[in-house]
């Protein structure tokens, strides 16, 4: 009891993290905060639609950037629900922003779930400050779209939707020609006529399929999936079609050919041994496929990951291989470029374990190793830095204020910042405690998307790591991008205290 209560006053002071004076605890929004576990259930209700959604839409699309904190607080205040606003944020980003290329200005609704995710696992009091955050991140690329030739999402031609029979064949018949016209008929086809998992089986095929866009195309098809789960599949029909039409953007290529080694791994899958998903915890396999990630091929890395299971070992040590080697990649050199090779990898991770088709299975997997050697080849890293090779450095301060003492030593060196954090959990030192300080870090004091993006992904992927061993070094790569007790607070956190100190009185 008293440990969880030192934790508590740690996480609540925010000099102990290098936060302003003014960034400490938010009780203001802790008595308007709905986002209690009840309110988040997808219950028997979510397939119905609200219609108090479009009012929601509306108000976010047109009030002014400066005063859309101000206003949704206020919303909150007066009875809208968490659900709600997370619906109509997610469903203003979809109908109002380009999702080419799928990145830049669309990350306004590449990272709501991110946003949404880290949210829950935070206090009360903080639990709101990612959706404020995102809400912002909106009205800047609703203003980016607008200047880039203001694009809508149109209705559907109603007269070439496909009924329920002929909607799956149609879908990927239309993806697999790269029809613009077609598939998005068709996605609006599929969402009327068949069930959720259904419908999201046919997208999880070609949101593998290319690494365009840095993997954003995956990224984009689970996050969807992800964020419908949360507000209802209710609103999925624009937001598939959405999704189909940015999944078949060609980036100014002229050639209608996935990039990377999709046409492979076609192949190489059907190599794959029929039991493949039986094989047993292999930590050799794990280091040796990180080995041939470092130096091969996509197609050379892929083909060593379908030896690998035909030689008896799990999937579930490849894909820790996987997730070590995108965060080597990171470690080695920090920068968006590489950073995506941990969010891909994790989207990729997630399609696996979504999907009930052993084809797709099989290609989320070949396609997360294959891809890695494509971030490689375009980063060309510089450093020797070697993940599962990170030398522990106990830190100097004791208990729970070792942690402020990783975050402290971020500014002026991650890798020391890393090695520390391999001592503070060598010697039994609390893995939660520092994601939540880290959280504290992305709210407090992050910038940008990807600062909520990589947090979610890199965290999830630590905690689903299969062999426990690796979790230390996960946890000590995700310094290398991590805001430290140095970062300037954001700018941003001080206009929404300043907004609900207003509306709250």
Not at 152 to 172: H, R, W
Not at 431 to 448: C, E, P, Q, Y
Request: charge should be neutral; hydrophobic fraction near 45%; aromatic fraction near 8%.
């Amino acid at each position: 009891m008293a440990g969880n209560l030192r934790r508590r006053r740690f996480l609540q002071s925010a000099s102990a993290l290098g936060l302003g004076a003014g960034l400490g605890g938010w009780p203001g929004l802790g008595r308007i905060t709905p986002a209690s576990a009840a309110d988040l259930a997808v219950g028997p209700d979510s397939v119905r639609f609200r219609p108090e959604i479009e009012p929601v839409v509306r108000w976010i699309e047109e009030t002014p950037r400066d005063r859309a904190m101000e206003v949704a607080i206020a919303h909150l205040k007066g009875g809208l629900s968490y659900r709600d606003l997370l619906s109509g944020l997610f469903l203003a980003g979809i109908r109002n922003v380009k999702p080419r290329p799928v990145g830049f200005k669309f990350h306004a609704v590449l990272v709501i779930n991110s946003a949404h995710l880290l949210g829950q696992t935070a206090g009360e009091d903080e639990r709101l400050l990612p959706l404020l955050w995102a809400l912002d991140n909106f009205k800047g690329s609703q203003a980016q779209d607008v200047k880039e030739g203001d694009w809508t999402l149109g209705k559907v031609d109603e007269g070439k939707v496909p009924g329920p029979t002929s909607a799956k064949a149609a879908f990927v018949k239309a993806m697999e020609a790269w029809d613009v016209d077609a598939a998005d008929v068709a996605a609006a086809g599929l969402c009327r006529g068949g069930g959720a998992a259904e419908t999201m089986e046919a997208f999880w095929r070609f949101a593998v399929r290319d690494q365009r866009d840095i993997g954003h195309k995956a990224i984009f098809a689970a996050q969807c999936w992800r964020t419908l789960q949360a507000i209802g599949w209710q609103h999925a029909e624009p937001v598939l079609r959405s999704l189909a039409f940015g999944m078949l953007d060609l980036g100014g290529d002229r050639r209608p050919v996935p990039v990377g080694p999709y046409d492979a791994n076609l192949e190489q899958a059907k190599k794959i041994r029929d039991d493949w998903q039986g094989g047993k915890p292999d930590p050799a396999a794990t280091v040796a496929l990180l080995e041939v990630i470092r130096q091969a091929t996509p197609e050379g890395a892929s083909a060593e990951a379908v030896r690998l299971l035909n030689g008896g070992a799990s999937p579930d040590s490849l894909w820790d291989a996987v997730v070590l080697g995108g965060n080597e990649l990171l470690m080695r050199s920090p920068g968006i470029l590489s950073l995506h090779a941990v969010t891909a990898a994790n989207a990729l991770h997630f399609i696996y374990g979504a999907s009930g088709d052993d084809t797709t299975r099989r290609l989320a997997l070949l396609q997360a190793v294959g891809w890695l050697p494509l971030y490689r080849a375009r980063n060309q890293p510089a450093g020797a830095i070697r993940v599962d090779a990170i030398e522990g450095h106990a830190p100097d301060s004791a208990g729970d204020e070792a942690v402020a003492e990783l975050f402290a030593s971020i500014p002026k060196d991650r890798a020391e910042a890393a090695r520390k954090t391999v001592g503070y959990l060598a010697r039994g030192g609390s893995s939660d405690l520092v994601f939540a300080a880290a959280r504290r870090m992305i709210f407090h004091k992050g910038t940008n998307a990807h600062d909520y993006k990589y947090g979610a992904a890199a965290w999830e992927e630590c905690q689903l790591a299969a062999d426990p061993k690796w979790r230390p070094a996960l946890a000590a790569a995700m310094m290398f991008n991590l805001p430290g007790a140095g970062t300037k607070d954001s700018p941003l956190m001080e206009r929404a205290r300043e907004a609900v100190a207003k509306v709250m009185g």
